[in-house]
């Protein structure tokens, strides 16, 4: 082989592999932005996220709990300025340095999330995707060995745009991620990804249809004999052999079934009655008004609503604040606010899902959800 064809070896390995960087380059790039983004939009979902969580890990990280939204502010944001960084090759020696840190720290991290399932749903795309938290693990894999080739070949890759420019544009990425969390946060999600969209007839996404699968269980009892142990399932189990004794039995899932959109949602009124049926079927409009925890829900958000139930009155348009609070914070709040709505009971977590705003107004007809709103644009 002659110089000439080894040039045009080179050459072509060398193309190669550049194209092979950018591709991992622009992957990386990509699924940090998607995961930022819909991280942004919804702010107060990953601030759920965050504290369940802390809750579920237990002990000093409880107190954590308070920390929530501010981290989920910073986590977003963090996410679409590497993603953007290297989309745009803005500073890739600091940003790749960042990203591989970043995912030296959360693989671990998701290796002991799928181990240990604190929480099902990893919550890294937030609502727009969920996933497993094992699928989320091998997502993470996949990421680190490009974070890593990235990190490693920095240097090959030529930025099109000047110093100052770069300096300029990470500014404008922290400000986009920044601005698109608060902004979200103050009214609702800019792409609505809960069950509970504008358009959705509840009960409708509420049933399952026929020959749907259902979940599938295996359970296995374990029984003793002679000191020794044994399992056995429903079919082979020593029924009636007293020489077997009992210890023990264990059931575990196999296969999940078919589960609606919508699931365990009712509203119980004062009296303890189970009005869901009545509100979902009725004729005309109907106000729902929810405040997941009274504790947490805004003074001036509640006091807005107040003006709106007094003109449903006038109109006949039925009004209902829904809650997941105790009746001694319900009657606190009352004396607080001075608003004079009825108050049913709903789930909290359900609640929390129907709308991300404490409090927020959800519009329905005939069971159609036809409008949401955060307090500040009643």
């Known amino acids: 082989m002659n110089h000439r064809d ?4 080179n050459f072509t ?5 550049n194209i092979l960087l950018q591709i991992c380059r622009l992957i990386f790039g990509v699924v940090f932005i998607f995961s930022g983004f819909v991280k942004a939009i919804d702010p107060l979902g990953l601030t759920y996220k965050i504290e369940d969580y802390f809750h579920a890990f237990g002990g000093v990280f409880n107190s954590f709990a308070i920390i929530a939204f501010p981290i989920a502010i910073a986590l977003s944001t963090f996410e679409m300025l590497i993603g953007l960084s290297f989309l745009f090759k803005v500073h890739l020696k600091q ?14 991290l998701t290796l002991y999330i799928a181990l240990k399932n604190p929480i099902s749903d990893c919550g890294c795309f937030g609502d727009a995707l969920l996933i497993s938290n094992w699928a989320t693990f091998y997502k993470n894999m996949i990421l680190i060995i490009l974070a890593i080739f990235v990190f490693v070949f920095k240097n090959k890759i030529r930025p099109f745009l000047l110093p100052k420019i770069q300096s300029v544009a990470i ?7 920044f601005g698109l969390s608060i902004y979200c946060y103050q009214h609702l999600p800019l792409i609505d990804f809960l069950p509970y969209k504008v358009g959705v007839n509840i009960p409708n996404a509420m049933l399952i249809p026929e020959n749907a699968p259902s979940d599938k269980y295996e359970t296995t009892f374990i029984y003793q004999k002679n000191g020794l142990q044994k399992e056995f399932t429903l079919e082979n189990y020593p029924k009636g052999d007293t020489n077997w004794v009992f210890v023990d039995q264990k059931t575990v899932l196999i296969s999940k079934g078919y589960k609606a959109p919508i699931h365990d949602f009712s509203i119980v009124n004062s009296q303890f009655d189970d009005i869901t049926e009545n509100v979902f079927y009725k004729a005309g409009n109907t106000y729902l008004l929810i405040m997941y925890d009274l504790t947490k829900s805004s003074v001036e958000g509640a006091q807005k609503a107040e003006q709106i139930y007094q003109m ?4 006949g348009t039925d009004f209902y604040a829904l809650t997941g609070s105790s009746d001694e914070e319900v009657q606190n709040f009352i004396q607080k606010t001075g608003v004079r709505f009825p108050f049913c009971k709903t ?16 519009l329905i007809k005939k069971g159609t959800i036809i ?7 009643f």
């Open 95 to 108: 940003t790749s340095f960042l990203a591989l840190f970043f995912m030296l720290v959360m693989t671990p």
């Open 171 to 177: 500014i404008l990425f922290i400000t986009v991620g």
């Open 6 to 9: 080894i040039n045009k070896k």
């Open 371 to 377: 409008g949401k709103w955060n307090w500040r644009d």
């Open 347 to 362: 789930d909290p977590i359900t609640l929390k899902t129907i709308i991300r705003a404490n409090p927020g107004l959800m």
């Open 13 to 17: 390995s060398q193309k190669l592999g």
């Open 312 to 315: 449903a009155l006038k109109s």
